[in-house]
């Protein structure tokens, strides 16, 4: 009995005219700007035909019935209900009460390209700096990474530099990303030379060796003599035996940054 009074009253409470209803739990930031592409969800209470679903068109505005489009472009969640309120009460609605959130993000895609671990498009949903977008990327999934590169402008004229090892550090030049911004992280390559199949440079990934670089550039030849392998390190000549390696009689070679692998040719 008394659960069905306790939702008598709550009823009764939302159906009076003094109530507003709540916000949606888990609204977006409240400095979002929205911008053309989202989709804004209007809840205006006791007006089921107006409430629902309205994308952003070009134009930064959306449709409403009877009201029309009402220009929205740069406006905050709370700024949409505020206009939308405006509008409806000249001569359409007496006192609306109304709620507005973000339903999708659509108006600032940023783009992340290179040695992440998820490269794409992400749409920006609140403020949001270069550390934490490759967060949502999946992170750096590369070795030696030295610089990040941030281009900003419809024509990529501006491009920022960030130091890597200073970003994760200090958070120096972690910038706020803008929509239409793309973050590169430049791959790490290791040359891999001699008798394989496709010679040239392989993207140095963590935990890369002198096998899975050999099997990256397509595996070696007939030809090769896999008892001479060497990894060209600076001045330094490492040998590798990739035979011995394969029986498991040694142990393979982990790469760095800017190694060379060659691979020799077996002398009949």
């Known amino acids: 009995m008394w659960m069905a009074a306790l ?5 009764d409470a939302w159906a009076s005219d003094d109530v507003v209803p709540p916000a949606p739990p888990g609204a ?37 019935p009877l009201v029309g489009a009402i220009e929205v472009l740069g406006l905050t969640a709370a700024e949409v209900a505020a206009r939308v309120r405006e509008r409806l009460m000249a001569g359409y609605v ?9 339903d999708a993000f659509q108006s600032q895609p940023v783009q992340v390209l290179g040695a992440v671990g998820k490269p794409g498009t992400y749409y920006l949903r609140a403020e949001t700096t270069v550390l934490e977008l490759l967060g949502q990327a999946g992170g750096v999934g590369a070795s030696g990474v030295e610089q990040i590169r941030v281009t900003r402008g419809a024509m990529g004229d501006a491009v ?12 120096a030049g972690n910038v706020v990303l803008v929509g239409g911004d793309v973050v590169y992280v430049p791959e790490s390559m290791v040359t891999v030379m ?5 010679p040239g440079d392989v993207p ?3 935990g ?24 060209l ?11 011995r390696v394969q029986k498991g009689k040694a142990a393979d070679v982990e790469l760095e940054p800017g190694d060379r692998v060659f691979v020799g040719l077996s002398v009949l």
């Open 194 to 198: 001699g008798q394989v199949q496709t």
């Open 204 to 206: 140095l990934r963590d």
């Open 160 to 171: 920022t530099v960030l130091d890597y090892g200073d970003l994760i550090a200090t958070g």
């Open 28 to 64: 977006v930031d409240s400095r979002y700007k929205v911008g053309a592409g989202d989709v804004v969800q209007l809840q205006i209470y006791g007006e089921a035909a107006l409430s629902g679903k309205y994308p952003i068109n070009d134009a930064g505005a959306l449709d409403l």
């Open 208 to 231: 890369l060796t002198v096998a899975t670089a050999v099997a990256a550039a397509g595996g070696a030849l007939e030809t090769a003599n896999l008892g001479r392998v060497f990894v």
């Open 233 to 243: 390190r600076g001045e330094e000549r490492l040998r590798v035996s990739l035979r």
């Open 94 to 102: 007496r006192d609306p009460k109304v709620t507005a959130w973000v």
């Open 7 to 11: 939702l008598v009253l709550a009823t």
